[in-house]
């Protein structure tokens, strides 16, 4: 699965130099944006055109001024350490140009450079300018990354086979129990991620328990994890109501934290612990557990 990441950039020419100054990259492309006299990328030009583009708009002193994405492909898409590197990296910039083409307005400025992570895995950046051609700001909608996420991976769907030869296969995400790309790596280096130890302390008390009802008693008594009952919508659908579980504990460092059991926010977002954590869920685990 390609995994998209967003970043607001108050320093474009900082970014420009870091990523065309200080690392190498396999390919480029781009819109609305000129090479220097000689046909290559130079970090001073390019920081000039965008800012000449942002003097076009309402506010030129805007704090961001650019977007960061990055698209990284995983080693089933794209596995350069099988050789033919220029190839790979030349159809992963296709398919990220044609995506923004069709997804960005015809007036927006953007770069795209192609780069290889460790020798393993390819990824492409795209820095792309806040405001367009005609003086208009982009929308920040377009930025949301979940919404940005689904677009590429329908993207891919439809058109990988035809770029790479390859069949697309998305990863559906597990909403039963939410873990993020950073939890991941921090639990890598061993480091505590209070969320997971939450996660830890009620799945040990459900399987402790010899009665459900016993269950936020116990939690509370033995776990030091408070819980505090409400109702809340079923996934955003405000038509569908369910019971809730809001945690409380006080992490091993002694910081405190609060955390819905699961929530869809309003961009589809799902927050939380996971749907394995709710009320309902955790029932059904004692049950099937017990049975």
């Known amino acids: 699965m390609s995994i998209v990441k967003v970043t607001p950039i108050s320093n474009v020419d900082g970014l420009f130099n870091r990523l065309i100054n200080s690392t190498c990259f396999l390919k480029f492309n781009g819109s609305n944006i000129e090479t220097n006299y000689i046909g290559e990328l130079d970090a001073k030009y390019l920081t000039f055109q965008y800012q000449v583009m942002r003097e076009y708009a ?3 002193k805007k704090k961001v001024q650019a977007h960061h994405l990055i698209f990284s492909f995983s080693q089933d898409e794209f596995d350069i350490k099988q050789g033919n590197l220029d190839k790979q990296a030349m159809q992963a910039l296709e ?53 940005l996420r689904k677009s590429f991976d329908n993207y891919m769907t439809e058109n990988f086979k035809k770029a790479t030869g390859k069949k697309f296969v998305p990863v559906v995400p597990n909403k039963d129990n939410l ?28 399987n402790l328990i010899d009665n459900f009802a016993d269950f936020e008693k116990i939690l509370s008594k033995d776990f030091g994890v408070e819980v505090k009952r409400r109702l809340t919508t079923v996934d955003g659908n405000i038509d569908s109501l369910r019971c809730a579980f809001i945690y409380t504990f006080v992490d091993r460092q002694g910081d405190k934290h609060t955390v819905r059991d699961y929530i869809v ?19 059904r685990i004692y049950s099937e557990g017990k049975s």
């Not at 939380?272 to 955790?282: A, Q, V, Y």
């Open 58 to 60: 309402k506010n030129s």
């Open 95 to 147: 398919l990220v140009d044609t995506f923004l083409k069709s997804y960005l307005p015809s007036d927006a400025q953007y770069l795209e450079l192609v780069r290889s992570e460790a020798e393993t895995r390819l990824y492409v950046s795209v820095v792309i300018n806040s405001v367009q051609l005609n003086g208009k700001v982009i929308d920040t909608n377009l930025y949301s990354v979940n919404t």
């Open 179 to 206: 873990v993020n790309s950073k939890t991941v790596q921090i639990d890598k280096r061993g480091g505590y991620v209070w969320k997971e130890d939450l996660k830890s302390r009620i799945l040990k008390t459900v």
């Open 265 to 283: 926010s309003k961009n589809g977002t799902p927050r939380g612990l996971g749907r394995k954590f709710t009320p309902i869920e955790l029932e």
